[in-house]
T-cell receptor
């Protein structure tokens, strides 16, 4: 029962470097999401994909790009990392039918930008 | 814009000492209100969905209730394993697929 798998779990970058966070789910879910979590601010939506082939901006999309590679995989790319992007990133998925809001989350990717 | 405010920010309980967490929300039309549990270093785990005022859901020592402006998560006779951060989120009728999360309440239950 893998559920939602994120890689890497930890990453340290220097300002200006780029990297991609990978996410894969094995539950045949239609919708996938990327959130960031910062102390005192809760989870904030970066991008989401309602279904394979579609992506939309969330609350804090600036500085990020996403790719819905196929139904299973949804990646998040930082083209030029900034210290403000130091955060814990969570990928989530849901079957999307009925719009239940019951999200299944990965264990997170902890990113530090120096 | 959907907004969610949780209180208190942190709560320290003795084992067996019941208490309640509050989630106040503003949303143009409520599609659903959700409670999640998050353990340190882990992703949030879904607990409950509430759809309309007056609805209640229970799971072990947890009971969630909903009014038109707020939700409560009651923890009855908590045990140390109930220690976690509890997150509340809402989904508005015009926010398909997008949840607005509160900052959470960190609960510590001591033996």
């Amino acid at each position: 029962n893998a559920g939602v798998t994120q890689t890497p779990k930890f990453q340290v970058l220097k300002t200006g470097q780029s990297m991609t966070l990978q996410c894969a789910q094995d539950m045949n879910h239609n919708s996938m999401y990327w959130y960031r979590q910062d102390p005192g601010m809760g989870l904030r939506l970066i991008y989401y994909s309602a279904s394979e082939g579609t992506t939309d901006k969330g609350e804090v999309p600036n500085g990020y790009n996403v790719s819905r590679l196929n139904k299973r995989e949804f990646s998040l790319r930082l083209e030029s990392a900034a210290p403000s992007q130091t955060s814990v990133y969570f990928c989530a998925s849901t079957d999307g039918t009925g719009n239940t809001g019951e999200l299944f989350f990965g264990e997170g990717s902890r990113l530090t930008v120096l | 814009e959907d907004q969610v405010t949780q209180s208190p920010e942190a709560l320290r309980l003795q084992e067996g000492e019941s208490s309640s967490l509050n989630c106040s929300y503003t949303v143009s039309g409520l599609r659903g209100l959700f409670w999640y549990r998050q353990d340190p270093g882990k992703g949030p785990e879904f607990l409950f969905t509430l759809y309309s005022a007056g609805e209640e859901k229970e799971k072990e020592r947890l009971k969630a209730t909903l009014t038109k402006k707020e939700s409560f998560l009651h923890i009855t006779a908590p045990k140390p394993e109930d220690s976690a951060t509890y997150l509340c989120a809402v989904q508005g009728t015009d926010s398909w697929g997008k949840l607005q999360f509160g900052a959470g309440t960190q609960v510590v239950v001591t033996p």
